[in-house]
T-cell receptor, first 115, second 112 residues
C-alpha cells in the first residue's frame, strides 16, 4: 500500500525540548516537503528536499532542522529555538526533483503540542 | 511576500446547489495555481491545477476552476454539489516555480 506515513499522530513535549517528527514515503518520489498549518492560516513551507543529502529552507525555516539521508525519509526536528512550535505538521512528496509543479502527495499529519 | 486569500471561511449548501469558492492570489511573476481538497479523515489531495492554456480547468469529481488573470482569481466551481463534497478546500499558488503559498482554506458543508 503506497503512500506517506507520519508518526506519531499526536505528540506532546515540554517547552525547551527538541522533538523529531517522522515522515516516510514508499512512492519512490524524489522530492519531499514539510509544511506547518496553524488555525485560520494556510500551509506554510518549512523545508523541502529535492534529492538525497540536499535540502532548502522554505518560508519559515527558523527553529527547525531536517535531514535527508535516505530517499524515503525526511525527518523534521523542531528545536527549542522555535518560538511557537505548537501546530499541525504536514509532510508531502512529489515525483520529480526540481519541479514544484508536480502534484504533491500529503501524509496524515502530526499534531504537536508543546506544554 | 506573496499571498493567497480565500474569501469564505465556511460555506454551507444544500445538495444540488451550485458552488463557487473564491480564491485570489497576489501578483508575483510566473504563477501556477492549484486547488487541494481534504475530505474528512483523509489526506490532502489535488483537485485540479492550472499552468497555462485554456483558463477553464476541469478536475476530478466534476469540479472546475477558472483562471482570470485580470482579477488575479482562480475560483473553484461545481454546478451541483453532493453530500460527499463536504470537505475543506485549499487554494494554492506556486510563484516562480519554487515559492508555494496556500490559502487558509474554506470549509464546505453540504446538507443532505
Amino acid at each position: 500500500d503506497g503512500g506517506i506515513t507520519q508518526s506519531p499522530k499526536y505528540l506532546f513535549r515540554k517547552e525547551g525540548q527538541n522533538v523529531t517528527l517522522s515522515c516516510e514515503q514508499n512512492l519512490n518520489h524524489d522530492a519531499m516537503y514539510w509544511y506547518r498549518q496553524d488555525p485560520g492560516q494556510g500551509l506554510r513551507l518549512i523545508y523541502y528536499s529535492q534529492i538525497v543529502n540536499d535540502f532548502q529552507k522554505g518560508d519559515i525555516a527558523e527553529g527547525y532542522s531536517v535531514s535527508r539521508e535516505k530517499k524515503e525519509s525526511f525527518p523534521l526536528t523542531v528545536t527549542s529555538a522555535q518560538k511557537n512550535p505548537t501546530a499541525f505538521y504536514l509532510c508531502a512528496s512529489s515525483i520529480t526533483a526540481g519541479a514544484f509543479t508536480d502534484t504533491q502527495y500529503f501524509g496524515p499529519g502530526t499534531r504537536l503540542t508543546v506544554l | 511576500a506573496q499571498s493567497v486569500s480565500q474569501h469564505n471561511h465556511h460555506v454551507i449548501l444544500s445538495e444540488a446547489a451550485s458552488l463557487e469558492l473564491g480564491c485570489n492570489y497576489s501578483y508575483g511573476g510566473t504563477v501556477n495555481l492549484f486547488w487541494y481538497v481534504q475530505y474528512p479523515g483523509q489526506h490532502l489531495q489535488l483537485l485540479l491545477k492550472y499552468f497555462s492554456g485554456d483558463p477553464l480547468v476541469k478536475g476530478i469529481k466534476g469540479f472546475e476552476a477558472e483562471f482570470i488573470k485580470s482579477k488575479f482569481s482562480f475560483n473553484l466551481r461545481k454546478p451541483s454539489v453532493q453530500w460527499s463534497d463536504t470537505a475543506e478546500y485549499f487554494c494554492a499558488a506556486l510563484y516562480n516555480n519554487n515559492d508555494m503559498r496556500f490559502g487558509a482554506g474554506t470549509r464546505l458543508t453540504v446538507k443532505p
